[in-house]
């Protein structure tokens, strides 16, 4: 004898059309969901790809990088690289160790500030929204060190923060 499927009372009082796109609607609320809660990787922040000795002092500078700069949590972009970290949310200040020889330190922006922090030199450079973008000069690898405008009271208080582990991992 086969068994009888039972509706509970209170969705057949809902009119025909409600109890079928009841189910629809249930599982498109779902996948809105959980597609909102994935973080996706950030593509404002390119990964560089440091090799020989350079990728072995960037991920010594990883290790001894503080969870905490100035005030604001460490928090790396996505996805995760030994070569990239984060502090703060939105502005967000940005490490990335081994990025290339900066094409600006040859032009006309060579001569731009480079102030000295426990004998650790950054050049810097103004950035088109009004942040900073500071470069380690005269190291075995190049650190690189993006401050956006309103992350720091100072801009340059980051990249003076970070000297002592540069220092100290990446040999000049």
């Known amino acids: 004898m086969a068994r009888e499927l039972r509706v ?34 950030d593509p404002a922040v390119e990964i560089p790809q440091p090799t020989g000795r350079a990728a072995g002092y960037c991920r010594a500078l990883a290790a001894a990088l503080p969870a905490d700069l100035l005030g604001h949590a460490r928090r790396d972009p996505s996805p995760a690289s030994p070569y990239v970290a984060g502090w703060g949310d939105s502005p967000r200040t940005v490490l990335r160790c081994g990025i290339d020889r900066p094409e600006e330190l040859d032009g006309d922006h060579a001569s731009d500030w480079s102030p ?11 950035l088109a929204d009004g942040g900073y973008r500071f ?37 000049g």
């Open 135 to 171: 470069v380690t000069t005269m190291r075995a690898a190049y650190v690189e060190v993006t401050v956006p405008a309103g992350a720091a009271k100072n801009p340059f208080d980051p990249a003076a923060a970070l000297s002592g582990a540069v220092k100290a991992n990446v040999p």
């Open 8 to 41: 509970p009372e209170a969705l057949t009082a809902l009119p025909a059309p409600v109890r079928w796109l009841a189910l629809p609607i249930a599982l498109t609320c779902a996948v809105v969901a959980l597609v909102g809660s994935w973080s996706p990787a």
């Open 116 to 126: 000295s922090v426990d004998d650790v030199t950054w050049w810097s450079q103004k």
